[in-house]
């Protein structure tokens, strides 16, 4: 992520019913180690901080096309 800030995450392991059998949680904090340009990239729209970082955010339909081109890649 390329914004500053802390995210969880969090992955499951089911049975082919869907019932839990493991459950892993963590948690990180992500900072570009300067204050004030973590506070800037924070209150700038994220469509604007993404691209200045080389970042792009997907269209559903680019998503899609992406996700079918590494399926058909295997």
């Known amino acids: 992520m390329p914004l500053p800030g802390y995210y969880t995450s969090v992955a499951k ?3 082919k019913l869907g019932e839990p059998l ?3 949680k963590w948690a990180v904090k992500m900072t570009t ?3 004030e340009q973590d506070i800037f990239m924070r ?3 994220p469509e604007n901080v ?16 992406n996700f079918k081109d590494l399926k058909s890649s295997k």
């Open 22 to 24: 493991y459950e892993w």
């Open 13 to 15: 392991l089911t049975n």
């Open 33 to 35: 180690g300067n204050q």
């Open 50 to 65: 993404f691209p200045s970082l080389g970042w792009d955010i997907p269209t559903y339909q680019e998503f899609i096309q």
């Open 43 to 45: 209150k700038t729209p």
